[in-house]
């Protein structure tokens, strides 16, 4: 039985009943207790997003990403940051709900859907593959929301990211400091703004000591576009003595192509990745990277948007959040 139901069975609204409930003001005693009583002999189970019937809000938020990457479920980095976002969020009353739209359907449609009112109070848009159109047309809106890994270049909305930039320049200065001149970039889509902002951080180490940048790019981030453009890149600089990589995916991908091709390393070709997603720990050689702080990104994005939610006023905020070098055998260190 459902609100709805008891409501009916009563002669009362939906929202009589929804306050009865939710313990609300605005119902007589008698009333509340025949609600209460009928609910409880019926085996009511509280819905949780039906309270936006007597409220302002659900005191739920929707975590949104594209599934048709897998992204999601391949590795812990999104659901690392969702339960970063999840730890704020249950110590302040709210409740999280996990949404996954696709490119077989109208994204827009389904953003709809998700943020009808009684569903969720703000959204919570993770990763780049949410295009910028799509975000666009959800700020004009003023439903509250903040883009994890991801920004829009034109216009200011909240969101939080990490310092891919400086992240990239550590991760390259530190092929540079082993003595490498020789080294690739492997970048995804350059559309992503944290593959712009990584080969940006490369740029810059390289420049710095006036070394030609060498730069390769990749429609995904996947161990396969990694093995793709080390082919490549083996293939176009044959001198070549070490690999930056855009993320840990590709840098295993690059790693073992580099193997085949008949390049060991560290001995031949140094490589370091960014994320510090799982696998890099296990990979053979261990995978040198950048260590995003995930859950940390995901407390941030939650604290960010509940403050947005209570103010609507409140101007956007771009937020980075620090990375760090985590050391390991990819790049010729042995580390301890």
């Not at 609204?13 to 008698?30: H, K, M, W």
């Not at 490369?202 to 060498?214: C, N, Q, S, T, V």
């Not at 991908?253 to 997603?277: C, H, Q, T, W, Y």
Request: with cysteine; proline share 4%.
């Amino acid at each position: 039985m459902g609100i709805k139901d008891i409501a009916n069975k009563l002669g009362v609204s939906t929202a009589t009943v929804s306050r009865a409930l939710n313990d609300r003001p605005g119902v007589s005693q008698e009333l509340r207790d025949k609600i209460l009583a009928l609910a409880n002999e019926e085996g009511y189970v509280p819905n949780l997003y039906g309270r936006g019937l007597a409220t302002s809000n659900s005191q739920t938020i929707g975590f949104v990403v594209n599934r048709s990457t897998d992204t999601f479920w391949e590795d812990p980095f999104y659901p690392l940051i969702m339960a970063g976002a999840e730890d704020y969020l249950s110590k302040n009353g709210f409740h999280i709900l996990v949404n996954t739209i696709n490119d077989h359907t109208t994204q827009l449609d389904q953003l709809a859907v998700i943020k009808n009112d009684g569903f969720v109070d703000g959204l919570i848009l993770a990763g780049p593959f949410i295009p910028a159109s799509l975000i666009t047309r959800l700020a004009v809106s003023r439903f509250p929301f903040v883009l994890v890994d991801n920004c829009l270049t034109q216009k200011a909305v909240n969101c939080v990211l990490s310092d891919d930039e400086r992240g990239a320049y550590e991760a390259t200065s530190h092929l540079i400091w082993h003595g490498h001149r020789r080294i690739a970039f492997l970048s995804g889509p350059t559309e992503w703004a944290s593959n712009r902002e990584r080969m940006r951080g490369y740029r810059r180490a390289m420049e710095e000591i006036g070394i030609e940048p060498l730069i390769l790019c990749g429609k995904e981030t996947t161990l396969k576009s990694g093995a793709e453009l080390m082919e490549q890149a083996l293939n176009k600089w044959s001198n070549l003595t070490a690999i930056s990589a855009a993320n840990d995916s590709m840098a295993i991908g690059a790693m073992r192509e580099a193997n085949k091709m008949g390049r060991k390393v560290p001995s031949d070709l140094a490589v370091i990745g960014f994320d510090d997603i799982s696998l890099a720990s296990v990979n053979q050689p261990r995978l040198s990277t950048m260590r995003i702080f995930k859950q940390r990104i995901g407390y941030i994005a939650a604290e960010c948007l509940v403050a947005n939610i209570n103010d609507p006023n409140l101007p956007p905020t771009k937020t980075l959040v620090s990375t760090e070098l985590v050391v390991r055998e990819s790049c010729g260190c042995q580390a301890e």
